[in-house]
């Protein structure tokens, strides 16, 4: 009778291990975690976001899982449910596409998972997320070049993607200012280049082939600002007003030098500490109400020196 006992303990010792064993090949996660998952991580501000948000994680002792969709959509859609097959119940993302993402944000949804959405809304799904004023932003660029731009000025602008809310909130902002403030200044045309410098130096220098005259060009973030940069230094253009947004350090170097006259500082830091204050409190079983918006703050040759490391 004891030596049935035993075996029956011994044996009921070896199953719980073998269960314990496969939970952890299934990749299964404590409460304490959470997934961070990145659009692109050659995305300047895109990853300062992301260091921001892992430091503060791991001064608080938080586990966190990053993926990088490398600007694909279909792989971010596989990382997420990933993330969600691993047991992970608060996903932090960087959407690749607004649209594309909603049915698997939806199918989090409907697994009690937590979604924070930073940098990026999306159309569809329950979510909250941190932000800045993408309006004021195009605003913001749409005064500087009203001041700087000459009579009957002929500029072009460079849009983030298609569907994209940050994309378009910073195009209507712009235009809106730029007709009220200069409206003898005639857009010649606008291009998405989808947040990408090389699609924007191929766009400018096409522009460049076709417009003889180019006083501007406004860009919705620092990296295509930067490929307009490179095309019009090729062409050996001179003289062309150019805006920027997110004050990457390229882009800071650009406004040093005078190849560029505006950034717009949308503070990573802030942005990705807020993130992580977000996705903590859901962490915790009570999904935050709402979210957070940071300000921008205008950055030109005259205070560039306060933002260089």
Do not use: H
Request: hydrophobic content about 45%.
């Amino acid at each position: 009778m004891k030596f049935r006992t035993k075996l029956l303990g011994v044996l009921t010792a070896c199953l719980l291990l073998v269960v314990s064993v496969l939970a952890g090949g299934c990749g299964s996660t404590t409460s304490n975690t959470v997934a961070y998952l990145n659009y692109n991580g050659d995305d300047g501000f895109c990853t300062m976001l992301a260091d921001a948000f892992k430091a503060k994680a791991q001064a608080d002792g938080t586990e966190v899982l990053y993926y990088d969709a490398k600007n694909d959509v279909a792989l971010q859609i596989d990382q997420m449910n990933e993330a969600m097959d691993k047991g992970v119940k608060t996903i932090v993302l960087l959407a690749v596409d607004p649209d594309l993402l909603v049915p698997t944000v939806e199918k989090a949804n409907a697994a009690g998972i937590n979604v924070v959405t930073v940098n990026r809304g999306l159309n569809g799904g329950k979510y909250v997320g941190v932000y800045s004023d993408d309006k004021k932003g195009g605003e913001m660029q749409a005064e500087y070049m009203a001041e700087k731009l000459p009579p009957n000025a002929k500029i072009c602008y460079l849009r983030g993607p298609n569907g994209s809310k940050d994309a378009n909130n910073r195009l209507e902002g712009f235009m809106t200012v730029l007709k009220q403030k200069r409206p003898d200044v005639q857009v010649l045309d606008q291009a998405v280049a989808a947040w990408s410098d090389t699609n924007a130096m191929k766009i400018t220098a096409n522009w460049l082939s076709i417009f003889p005259q180019i006083d501007g060009i406004a860009a919705a973030n620092d990296s295509m600002a930067l490929g307009a940069v490179a095309a019009l230094k090729l062409a050996g253009k001179q003289d062309v007003v150019v805006c920027g947004l997110d004050a990457v350090d390229d882009a800071l170097k650009a406004v040093q030098a005078g190849d560029m006259g505006l950034t717009l500082k949308q503070d990573a830091v802030e942005e990705g500490e807020a993130t992580y204050d977000l996705a903590k409190q859901a962490m915790s079983g009570t999904m935050p109400g709402e979210g957070y918006t940071a300000k921008f703050t205008a950055i030109t040759k005259d205070n560039v020196s306060q933002f260089l490391k």
